[in-house]
């Protein structure tokens, strides 16, 4: 029954960490690293497909052996939340709305920025 928990918690968190890649206010990295915990638990197979995932399997690989983020994933990143507040700002009339999601912004990329950088 754990086993079942721990899978269904797993997927549940590779699904969030999906959503996180969409909109920039969500962190993907947290919740795949989570997902990689449950699935260790629970099922060898979830584990390596998600090791071996085209999307996620960096996540893990990078945060498992603490070389940090390649450059062209931080550069990718902050362009990908710039564009993606950016068309957020256009579609909010909401002046005190637009001032939280250029904060969001600033915040986002001085974190991408301050993660150390893999060599």
Do not use: Q
């Not at 085209?54 to 550069?75: L, M, W």
């Not at 009339?93 to 990329?109: N, P, S």
Request: charged letters at 20%.
């Amino acid at each position: 029954m754990k086993k079942k928990i721990y899978l269904g918690l797993g997927f549940s968190f590779v699904g969030i960490g999906f959503i996180g890649i969409i909109l920039p206010i969500l962190p993907t990295t947290p919740f795949i690293l989570a997902a990689a915990f449950f699935f260790s638990r629970s099922s060898k197979k979830a584990d390596d497909w998600l090791k071996k995932n085209k999307y996620f399997g960096s996540y893990i690989e990078n945060y498992r052996n603490k070389v940090g983020v390649p450059p062209e994933v931080k550069r990718n990143s902050i362009i990908f939340v710039c564009l993606m507040i950016s068309i957020s700002i256009i579609f909010v009339d909401t002046f005190y709305i637009r001032i939280l999601l250029l904060a969001i912004a600033i915040i986002v990329t001085c974190h991408i920025l301050l993660l150390k950088t893999k060599k």
